[in-house]
């Protein structure tokens, strides 16, 4: 070994003195002897040419070093492949030198240092084959598989007795009386559950509960003897937390080091689980560990999901992966809560549906009864536990509902009846469970939380619960004929006695794969005494056939919002991140003249107040705490009463009001960390923290109207001037804007605008840009000065008209914009369009069901064709790989996919049903969809049944070279709806794009669906998403009633035969259904009339015009491709699905310049040799600009200097595969006094797609991203010349390393499905 690296080493040198000889010899060559003015100057630059030259032979080692890395990469995994999980160094002839120290990490791969530090190319070790846990081609084998459980369960209801949804419980006599008899524990879980708006605001109930609860906690807890407590929400926590005394937050910090308070999973809400995205469920899960980690220095062990309506495998996972052990949830669907209780199954190790390891199992625990409050907790009598429920005390005003229950003080006169009745309930409650061992054996751990909405807020209550339970537990731990264990505690302390019960070791999410530094190495989880379980509990149903399926849809106009201020919030991460990471920003000392480079010496460290980070996290510039807003008003609406839409109005208005906030609070820290990358990095940056720079492209008037868009002027349009010059009239010039040559004394007069385009994902979009602009007559180029293709169209009336508006015109172009690239394109207004211009084309649009004394036509439009409607004629718009043909009420009826010469037609008819309310005293709510019977079609004319009815409506039509549309209306305002397609290359061009405005204003229980009706044979099947995350196979029912078969839609839903698959992709959240063979529905909007009778105590009936957006994409199966087996619960989207919901999700943003016309206004030939992208990034200037010097020219005029800005920022050298996405980075500081190291999380998802199904790009094509994909990937190529070197494994949530830190152009390996989280290192930032 110690010869090999000799030999390593003497080649390195050799190498590096041939390269300092060829340089040497070149030296002279280039810059020979002489006396004269031009070897002078060149003696004088020879020193600073050598100095270039090392930059470039220091750049070649560390390429060097990267091929070298890579080969090292391929071969370890050639050889863990073929050693079957050995290690290189297994493989290896041992060490001469044992004392050698290995690289931090592991041995083997990749160990050499140079000069002492860690090699770059020191590798993670590859995934074994077969060790990632998603294997879609076998399905994942459990104990019980959620899928088969629905097809088998009866669903029936039959009276149960005291247990009125069970049966009636009852235990061995003498079970816990033998001498070897193990005794039964019981753990009182002593709880409040706050919801952060429902009833009444998230300040009202802080103001009127939630205080109080927090401070008879704080205040009693640490001298109740044996006191516990649990709090899951942290939003309400850190409002207490602000006004609390240093020592009320000292004796909280104590209870929870001491274990008396356990903070269960620590979100900023309890989340929603069915409409809320996997992003935004990380995101308030992320943003209280992080206040936990930062105010109390705690880490949560354990989730607590007691009230959202259906739970979700992807929290599950979410849990796991941010470090929990223990889960508990409660609110599941009577019949299955019934069933496993009866197999003893309420307790098992809950698996994700795409694992076949076991890897992401984590111990769960579903409460068997009704609810979470008292009555339904301490065993199956709700009458005897009622007894137990101390607020309940006579002269408190709370009584119990039940004939002959009523709570008494605990004497010593009743003492030993009541303990005897409490534990007769524990005793029953044990037997549900798999801890109850043999008859005699005894044994057994019992949950009984203590609690329910908002208790504890009054000392009175504190008091009487822990004081009479307190001698109930005396009594019964003092008696040992009883043989029982019973005490106040925590969840922790729960699973921790289950746990030491049932023989297993605690779980530990970090040693559990016995992989501690290889987070994403999945091998096969131990043998465990708890069941594994794969699948959902969708749809809740709490008794009878009350489906909790309506609140997928409730309030979808704030449904909508959310994913909006989901896709601006992640954005605004994404590019404060990357400033914050920005490397080579020159912020100089003061005392270093500003034209002159700046030595490293002399550059200002990380943690001086005028560093970078300093001045991004100042509160002066605000950015942060913008930011850290929007963070949470988006995180509060994932409450389970607030994307759900289950508040009172006024609490859904007050949740709109703060999403509107953080919206405007992101679009200002994305339009203020644009201008701060765009700006020349050799000019100092003085912030300008109220300077609007940019304009979003959409804005809102107030929290519940729909966006409007920023026109743009482009000047005096339609006027010709005289110029005055060199050159009379009639001289030819050529025009720099429009490219043609115009005639001296008839050139256009038009303005020049500048919008800058954000790609917030990690691949090359080629997509079309919407604009609003004042002139038909347009031209558009991008950065490079070339001009791309576009069109434009008129802008009409309202919602059913069909005149068009004056002075405003749609604008579209193509657009190509780099990954996570900034990138500027310039619209110019000309007063026509010569007739050689090929590249932007106006629209050819036809009105069809009007007169032309009826409309009115915009200028450039006088030619539109008007066609009085006369017999069923039928029509098509076409790209160059879809048509649609659509009937003669304008709504579709057939797609043809082109291939070439080849075309394959599919019917595909949408329409348009409602659905009324069931009449009786239960009948459809916020919650509940309890439909009165089958949907009624709704013609176009107004009418409803078959065809014929109805009377005609205007229909839009509009053709051109980038987008062809059709708009209908349906019993105007009620809908319109326009498909749409777009003739563009690649993902944004494989499908239709369907937008809906929907408006069921003044109409009386009215549930409006839309209905996509295909030939495709899926029988029974249906596939959704869970939370954007993953799919589930679903099958209709024949048992369950209508509401039954009806699912959450996140995003994404599909159907498919053996031949063709249809996925609906969904930009919100909704309900959907496949009622039928072939058909899709997914409902729009719901007003109801009437309260549900779930304590909202109101209907729905604040419905507002609600836009929706949806895309329809049909796929043709690869012959003799099958894909997963029928029985696998699971499926997977294509790549082009993938692709195409992330862009549906998260649109390039449009940015418009807002600086003051010039008449010399840049445009886009304006030269620009860097983009960000070289070797030394943001550091290397713009070559022939002249930089401002003094203060007062850098201040905010000096701002808008065009010289200054560069037209595009490209962050990224190598794009990621296809497979990988970005889901998220997230500044961790919150000041630049932060103890904790200054860092930048990073999380990444890897998506697994379906692979018989092309990609939907052609060969022709410049495919967006690489399907070549070993599961590797480099932050060093995703990020060269962003943040610092290094990289360090954590939890999701970032408060727990998983691993040593990495360079960062060391690959990281992540398993299919998975999602990987890291810290990037800012402290070494150059």
Request: with cysteine.
């Amino acid at each position: 070994m110690r010869l090999r690296r000799f030999t390593a080493l003497m080649g390195t040198a050799l190498i590096v003195a041939a390269c300092i000889s060829l340089y040497l010899t070149m030296d002279l060559t280039l810059f020979p002897g002489g006396d004269g003015p031009a070897s002078s100057d060149m003696q004088r630059n020879k020193w600073l040419h050598f100095e270039g030259k090392l930059k470039e032979l220091e750049e070649d080692i560390r390429r060097n070093h990267e091929t070298v890395g890579e080969i090292r990469a391929a071969i370890g995994s050639l050889v863990v492949v073929k050693g079957k999980g050995k290690g290189v160094d297994d493989l290896l002839p041992e060490h001469e030198d044992e004392g050698e120290e290995d690289f931090p990490g592991g041995r083997g791969v990749g160990g050499e240092t140079v000069d002492g530090e860690e090699a770059v190319g020191a590798l993670v070790p590859v995934p074994e084959v077969g060790t990632c846990a998603a294997n879609p081609e076998i399905p994942p084998k459990t104990d019980i598989q959620m899928l088969d459980v629905y097809k088998n369960l009866k669903f029936d209801n039959p009276d149960g007795g005291a247990w009125k949804q069970g049966w009636k419980v009852e235990y061995p006599h003498g079970h816990w009386d033998g001498r070897a008899a193990r005794p039964l524990k019981v753990f009182v879980v002593p709880h409040s559950h706050n919801d952060p708006g429902w009833i009444r605001t998230f300040e009202e109930y802080f103001s009127t509960q939630t205080r109080k609860i927090i401070n008879n906690m704080a205040g009693n807890i640490g001298s109740t003897p044996g006191g516990r407590f649990v709090w899951a929400e942290i939003s309400f926590l850190d409002l207490w937390w602000q006004g609390a005394s240093p020592e009320e937050r000292e004796r909280v910090k104590n209870a929870a080091n001491t274990g008396q308070l356990e903070i269960v999973t620590g979100g900023w809400v309890m989340t929603d689980e069915a409409a809320a995205h996997y992003y935004s469920m990380l995101a308030q899960l992320t943003e209280g560990h992080l206040w936990l980690e930062r105010n109390m220095q705690i880490k949560p062990k354990n989730g607590w999901s007691i009230d959202p309506f259906g739970v979700s495998p992807t929290m599950a996972y979410l849990l796991k992966k941010s470090g929990m052990k223990n889960m508990l949830v409660q609110r599941v669907h009577y019949s299955v809560k019934k069933l496993f209780a009866r197999e003893k199954t309420l307790e098992f190790r809950w698996r994700q549906t795409w694992d076949s390891s076991g890897r992401t199992d984590i111990l769960t625990h579903m409460m068997p009864f009704y609810s979470y409050d008292v009555p339904h907790t301490c065993g199956p009598d709700p009458r005897i536990c009622c007894q137990f429920d101390f607020k309940r005390l006579p002269g408190t005003g709370v009584t119990c509902p039940w004939r002959g229950s009523r709570a008494q003080p605990i004497t010593p006169d009743n003492v030993a009846q009541k303990s005897w009745l409490l534990l007769d309930q524990y005793r029953k409650k044990s037997m549900l469970f798999r801890t109850e061992r043999k008859p005699g054996a005894g044994g057994g751990v019992v949950l009984a939380p203590l609690g329910d909405d908002f208790r504890y807020d009054q000392a009175s209550e504190w008091k009487a619960q822990f004081s009479n339970y307190k001698m109930i537990f005396d009594y019964l731990n003092t008696s040992p004929n009883l043989n029982v264990q019973v005490q106040f505690g925590t969840l922790d302390e729960y699973f921790t006695a289950l746990r030491s019960e049932m023989g297993e070791a605690d779980d530990d999410s970090e040693t559990q794969t016995g992989n501690k530094h290889q987070p994403n190495v999945s091998p096969t989880a131990p043998a465990s005494a708890f069941p594994s379980l794969s699948g959902d509990f969708f749809t809740y149903a709490d008794r009878d056939d009350h489906y909790w399926s309506g609140y997928f849809t409730s309030r979808p106009f704030y449904k909508r919002m959310d994913r909006v201020l989901m896709a601006y919030l992640r954005a605004a991460e994404l590019l404060f991140s990357m400033a914050l990471g920005a490397r080579g920003r020159q912020v100089r000392r003061p005392d270093v003249p500003t034209p002159a480079p700046t030595p490293p010496s002399l550059l200002l460290p990380l943690s001086s107040p005028s560093s970078p980070v300093a001045r991004l996290l100042s509160s002066e510039w605000a950015l942060l705490s913008r930011l850290r807003k929007a963070r949470r008003w988006h995180s509060l609406f994932q409450h389970h009463d607030g994307i759900t839409g289950t508040a009172k109005d006024h609490v859904m208005n007050d949740y709109a009001q703060k999403m509107l906030e953080a919206i405007t609070g992101t679009q200002h820290v994305i339009q203020q960390c644009a201008h701060y990358l765009l700006t020349s990095p050799d000019v100092p940056y003085r912030p300008l923290p109220d300077q609007v720079f940019f304009s979003l492209d959409d804005a809102r008037r107030h929290h519940h109207s729909l966006p409007e868009k920023t026109p743009l002027d482009l000047g005096g349009v339609g006027r010709e001037k005289e110029e005055e010059g060199e050159g009379g009239p009639g001289e030819m010039r050529f025009d720099r804007w429009s490219g043609e040559k115009v005639t001296k004394g008839k050139e256009p007069v038009g303005k020049t605008k500048k919008v800058v385009l954000f790609n917030p994902l990690t691949w090359r979009r080629k997509t079309v840009i919407w604009l609003r602009v004042n002139t038909p007559y347009v031209i558009v180029k991008d950065w490079r000065g070339d001009q791309v293709q576009s069109q434009s169209g008129p802008v009409f009336e309202g919602n059913g008209a069909i005149g068009m508006v004056d002075g405003a015109y749609d604008l579209w172009f193509l657009a190509d914009v780099p990954p996570l690239a900034l990138a500027s394109y310039f619209v110019t207004g000309l007063p026509s369009m010569p007739e050689s211009e090929t590249y932007h084309t106006l629209s050819k649009v036809r009105l069809v069901g009007v007169t032309s004394s009826q409309i009115h036509l915009s200028r450039g439009f006088e030619n539109t064709e008007v066609i009085r409607r006369g017999g069923e004629e039928e029509f098509s718009i076409s790209s160059d790989r879809v048509s649609a043909a659509f009937g003669a009420s304008g709504f579709l009826k057939a797609v043809t996919l082109k291939d070439g010469a080849d075309s394959y037609p599919t019917p595909v008819h949408i329409d348009f049903a409602r659905y009324g309310a069931r009449p009786g005293t239960e009948r459809s709510g916020a919650y509940l969809f309890l439909p009165d019977g089958e949907a009624e079609v709704l013609l176009p004319g107004g009418g409803k049944g078959g065809p014929g009815g109805g009377m005609s409506t205007p229909i839009r039509i509009l053709q051109g070279s980038l987008i062809s549309s059709v708009t209908a209306f349906l019993m105007p305002p009620l809908l319109q709806h326009t498909v749409s397609l777009w003739n563009v290359p690649g993902v944004e061009g494989m499908g239709l794009e369907i937008a809906n405005v929907v408006n069921v204003s003044g109409r009386s229980n009215f549930e409006l669906v839309m209905r996509v009706s295909t030939n495709i044979r899926n029988k029974v099947e249906l596939f959704t998403d869970l939370n954007g995350f993953q799919m589930l196979r679903r099958r209709r029912l024949p048992r369950l009633p209508l509401q039954g078969n009806y699912y959450p839609l996140p995003s994404l839903a599909y159907i498919e035969d053996s031949s063709l698959r249809f996925s609906l992709l969904s930009a919100q959240a909704h309900g959907v259904a496949s009622l039928k063979e072939g058909q899709i529905e997914v409902m729009q909007d719901r007003r109801l009339d009437q309260d549900d009778n779930r304590g909202l105590g109101q209907g729905v009936l604040d419905n507002i015009p609600t836009p929706t957006f949806f895309r329809l994409i049909l796929e043709k199966r690869k012959k003799g491709c099958k894909g997963p087996p029928p029985e696998h619960p699971t499926g997977f989207p294509s790549v082009g699905v993938h692709l195409a919901l992330s862009s549906l999700l998260h649109p390039p943003l449009r940015l418009i310049w807002l600086a003051p016309d010039t008449p010399d206004s840049r445009g886009p030939g304006h030269g620009d040799a860097d983009n960000g992208r070289g070797a030394d990034g943001m550091a290397a200037g713009l070559a022939g600009v002249s930089v401002m010097e003094t203060p007062e020219e850098e201040e905010e005029a000096g701002a808008w200097v065009e010289e200054r800005m560069r037209a595009s920022f490209e962050p990224v050298r190598s794009a990621p595969t296809c497979d990988f996405h970005l889901v998220n980075l997230r500044v961790l500081s919150e000041s630049i006094h932060e103890k904790r190291p200054h860092g930048v999380g990073m999380v990444l998802h890897r998506l697994h797609a379906d692979s018989c199904f092309p990609t939907p790009w052609d060969v022709a094509d410049a495919a967006p991203c690489s399907l070549e994909s070993n599961g590797q990937l480099k932050v060093g190529d995703l990020f060269p010349t962003l943040f610092g070197d290094s990289l360090e494994p954590h939890t999701l949530t970032f408060i727990t390393s998983t691993g040593p830190a990495i360079d960062k152009r060391t690959p990281i390996s992540i398993c299919p499905m998975e999602l990987s989280a890291h810290v990037l290192d800012l402290s070494t930032q150059r």
